[in-house]
């Protein structure tokens, strides 16, 4: 079964600093993976995508992500951060086979910035 | 084009009362999914739908939660009896299962709160 692992229920930065949340993935074979943005009292905002097309992933506001095969990991980054990007952010994966579209979704992580 | 739209924004209520959320997918999307988040515990899929056919209901909480969608513009989440435990953030979620990496984009949630 696929599972989803985000290292860090809260990761607290200072504003321009590096963003680095981390995400692992569970999976016998390469899945699609996602990670999302879920701002204050709003809804789960998709930030990018990986569908191995490309190993690097470029998102919106600035974010990136690294598929790494042999570490089975997916983390998220952002060389500068920015007091807006306080948010929730959650890692997700789905089988590169149809199950009716079905995410895993990991814990989350907080992301605070500090001034 | 229109996202994912969920009515009510928020609903208050008392315990014993029925409550009926609603969802709207993006048109052409062909699955549709319920989740609820809660502070304690997380972000949870209550149940999902697969051209209209519940698929995976495996995340309803007991009997006092239905779901149905009785075509492909249009979901309804209900509560009867709702209890003061139920109060949480609902989000609908829709996909397009033709369509890789088959995303899911959330609505906005309905906030419940049973007193």
């Known amino acids: 079964a696929q599972s989803v692992t985000q290292l860090g229920s809260h990761v607290s930065v200072s504003e321009g600093a590096l963003v680095l949340l981390r995400c692992n993935y569970s999976s016998s074979v390469p899945p699609y993976l996602f990670w999302y943005v879920q701002y204050p009292n709003q809804g789960l905002q998709l930030l990018l995508k990986?569908?191995?097309?490309?190993?690097l992933v470029k998102g919106i506001n600035g974010f990136e992500a690294e598929f790494k095969k042999s570490e089975t990991s997916f983390h998220l980054t952002k060389p500068s951060a920015h007091m807006s990007d306080a948010a929730e952010y959650f890692c997700?994966?789905?089988?590169?086979?149809?199950?009716?579209?079905?995410?895993?979704f990991g814990q989350g992580t907080e992301l605070s910035v500090k001034p | 084009d229109a996202g994912v739209i969920q009515s009510p924004r928020h609903e208050v209520t008392e315990m014993g009362q029925e409550v009926t959320l609603r969802c709207k997918p993006i048109?052409?999307?062909?699955?549709l999914f319920w989740y609820r988040q809660t502070m304690m515990r997380g972000l949870e899929l209550l149940i999902y739908f697969n051209n209209n056919v519940p698929i995976d209901d495996s995340g309803m909480p007991e009997d006092r939660f239905s779901a149905k969608m009785p075509n492909a513009s249009f979901s309804t989440l209900k509560i009867q009896p709702s209890e003061p435990r139920d109060s949480a953030v609902y989000f609908c979620?829709?996909?397009?299962?033709?369509?890789?990496?088959?995303?899911?984009?959330f609505g906005p949630g309905t906030r419940l709160t049973v007193t």
């Open positions: 990986y569908t191995s097309a490309a190993t």
């Open positions: 048109s052409g999307h062909n699955s």
């Open positions: 979620a829709s996909s397009n299962t033709g369509a890789p990496p088959y995303e899911q984009y």
């Open positions: 997700a994966v789905t089988p590169v086979y149809n199950q009716g579209g079905k995410l895993i």
